[in-house]
């Protein structure tokens, strides 16, 4: 089994910044990718940002310029650092990861953007 713990949601302004780290431990044999999702209330989970095992990155149209994701390979750990947030980046940030038995989510942790 695959766990994926996340931390570094909080209360920010807008215009400031946070960052996000999810920490994956257990059986990780091979990772196909890493990512971030976000759920907003009344809305479907949508995608953030997600980097393959090769390190191509991949941004939603709403984050580009403002969000970075990473990763550390020594450590199994996905970053998304977040500049510039909005109210609209409000929402239940997921950890995501895909390897060779299937996907994997984190808990979810709570970004709120204040106005």
Known sequence: QVQLVESGGGLVQAGGSLRLSCA???????????????????????????IISGGSTNYADSVKGRFTISRDNAKNTVYLQMNSLK?????V????????AGDYWGQGTQVTVSS
């Open 24 to 50: 994956a431990s257990g059986r990780i044999f091979s990772i196909k990718a890493l990512g971030w999702y976000r759920q907003a209330p009344g809305k479907q989970r949508e995608l953030v940002a997600t």
């Open 87 to 91: 109210p609209e980046d409000t929402a």
């Open 93 to 100: 940030y997921y950890c995501w990861l895909r390897g060779l």
